[in-house]
């Protein structure tokens, strides 16, 4: 496959003709331009609804929200002039900056904000638990957000600012108001770029332009989502290439500026062309997940979840994505991300041991398996999940599954990924996607490990204990006692298994060399400018 893609990529660009520097619309010279490859199409544009990465990068551009996360993961105040608090810690005052417009020039105010809020924790793991915690919840005025608390929440700056999926957007009042569990399809936000749905072309291409009323914060540095975001490109396109040597292609010739998820076998050729720059932006890194279906058989049956993590080989899922270079991934991962606080060693025997396949089918089967199809989505459109898929789809036949692999693109996964129903109705059994490591960092942003049922993220698992571990590690007086109640946590995931680690890759992006200022963590597009 590597040799094919290299044979593609040679005689592609012999041919490809040099781009023009003005868009298809008559639109912005070179300078101002930002032409981008996205890690997929846009499918959904709400970032409530859906917690696929492409549509929070999307709403990023287009949604602001309370708080940002500096480079160390610390909450800084965004689309607020500060807060304070009182109560012995059990009333906040979130007190907005001035000048804050939604992109249809109206004013941005408290009740925006609360409606958003409460929209967006009807959804988020984090949320949920924030709003657990609060007994009130409204506009003191029109500049002044109110928490009054049931018990002191000295997170609640982490859970507004949370920068993984899904981030607390903020939206005007109207659109707030929309159900949780039906998307907006409105793109009304304050952020600083705009929209542009006459130029959006499914599963080709989507449009932002400079939001020119955008008051950036006027204090601090701009890290990760804290700080200033001055955007310098008036127009920023994403152009959808599924095929990673026309992609790689598009960057050498300069059709492209930026491609953010380049194929790992592609990286040397990349790496190897003075004109582009090869970068990790984020440590912390993607960790894969194979995640179940907890409501309709054969995976609401613990047993056979259980059964399967003996036949699961990190190793051969990250190689698939990332290539044999191990700088390129990590294996040995448990239900946190390696080097972070809160990873341990605790019942890694499941996934570390030696594989037996054989002892694997015997567990299959004494589960209580009886043939039941099993529905793989399979996303054809998106490299690296497609890659996972491969190597799922194979174990799960090797260890005696009625496998049926459904190959779709990513958008359709998306969409399917809220179905609730039997398979034999439209419904799933698994899937495999990426989580951002900042993502699962601890307990708190963890949505993977919450036992909420039809509450939790698509797969809906229920565990109680995994929920009462939860709480006692919010509460938890110190970083030893979270460390302690993290590994127990561990512990009953393995029990649970509401989802199995396959590994963690290390992603690169590529940029042409003559944009500056990119930011660290994920795709981020202001600060940025072509020099």
């Not at 970032?47 to 492409?54: C, G, L």
């Not at 979130?94 to 409606?115: F, I, K, Q, S």
């Not at 936000?189 to 332009?209: I, K, T």
């Not at 958008?411 to 900042?438: C, M, N, Y």
Request: hydrophobic share 45%.
């Amino acid at each position: 496959m590597a040799t094919q893609r290299r044979s593609f990529l040679q005689a592609a660009a012999a041919t490809l003709a040099m781009p023009s520097v003005v868009s298809a619309q008559g639109g912005p010279g070179r300078a101002n331009l930002l032409r981008f490859v996205p890690q997929s199409d846009l499918a959904v544009l709400d970032p409530i609804w859906s917690t696929a990465y492409v549509t929070r990068n999307h709403a990023m551009l287009v949604f602001d929200t309370l708080y940002g996360l500096d480079n160390q993961y610390r909450p800084q105040p965004q689309m607020l002039a500060g807060h304070e608090t009182g109560e012995n810690g059990k009333l906040w005052r979130l007190t907005l900056r001035d000048g804050l417009r939604w992109h249809d020039g109206e004013p941005v105010l408290a009740r925006d904000c609360v409606a958003s809020i409460r929209r967006w924790a009807a959804r988020d793991g984090f949320g949920q638990t924030l709003l657990a915690a609060t007994e009130e919840l409204s506009a003191e005025s029109d500049t002044v957000i109110r928490f009054r608390l049931k018990a002191p929440f000295p997170l609640l700056p982490d859970a507004l600012g949370k920068a993984g999926s899904a981030i607390c957007a903020m939206m005007p009042e109207r659109l707030a108001n929309t159900d949780p569990f039906t998307p907006v399809t409105e793109m009304v936000g304050s952020g600083p770029f705009r929209f542009l749905p006459a130029e959006r072309v499914a599963g080709s291409r989507v449009v932002y332009e400079r939001f020119g009323d955008y008051v950036p914060r006027p204090d601090g540095q701009a890290e990760f989502t804290a700080g200033p975001k001055r955007a310098f490109f008036d127009r920023v396109e994403w152009n959808v290439l599924p095929d990673a040597a026309t992609a790689a292609n598009a960057m050498r010739t300069g059709e492209m500026d930026w491609w953010e998820n380049p194929a790992a076998d592609l990286l040397p050729l990349l790496k190897r062309d003075s004109n582009l720059t090869v970068t990790v932006q984020d440590s912390a890194g993607y960790i894969g997940c194979l995640r179940f279906n907890h409501l309709q058989p054969p995976f609401n049956n613990p047993a056979l979840r259980r059964a399967l993590l003996g036949a699961v080989r990190q190793d051969d899922y990250m190689m698939a994505v990332a290539g044999t270079d191990p700088a390129n991934w990590n294996d040995k991962i448990g239900f946190f991300p390696p080097d972070t606080s809160m990873a341990s060693a605790a019942g890694m025997q499941a996934l570390t041991a030696p594989r037996d396949l054989e002892a694997v089918r015997r567990a299959v089967a004494a589960s209580g398996y009886r043939g039941e199809t099993v529905v793989l989505l399979s996303p054809s459109d998106f490299p690296t999940l497609k890659a996972m898929a491969d190597v799922g789809a194979a174990m799960l036949r090797e260890v005696g599954l009625n496998l049926d692999e459904q190959a779709m693109d990513w958008g359709s996964v998306v969409q399917r990924l809220p179905k609730r129903d039997p398979v034999e109705a439209g419904g799933w059994s698994l899937f495999h996607t990426f989580w951002s490591g900042i993502d699962q960092i601890n307990p708190a942003v963890h949505s993977y490990l919450r036992g909420r049922g039809t509450a939790s993220a698509n797969g809906w698992p229920t565990s109680e204990r995994l929920e009462e571990l939860r709480d006692q590690w919010l509460a938890a007086p110190d970083i030893a006692e979270q460390k302690a109640i993290a590994a127990q946590i561990q512990q009953q995931a393995f029990q649970d298994v509401p989802y199995i680690p396959v590994g963690q890759m290390l992603a690169s992006t590529v940029h042409r060399r003559d944009i500056e200022g990119v930011l660290k963590g994920f795709v981020l597009f202001w600060n940025a400018r072509r020099v």
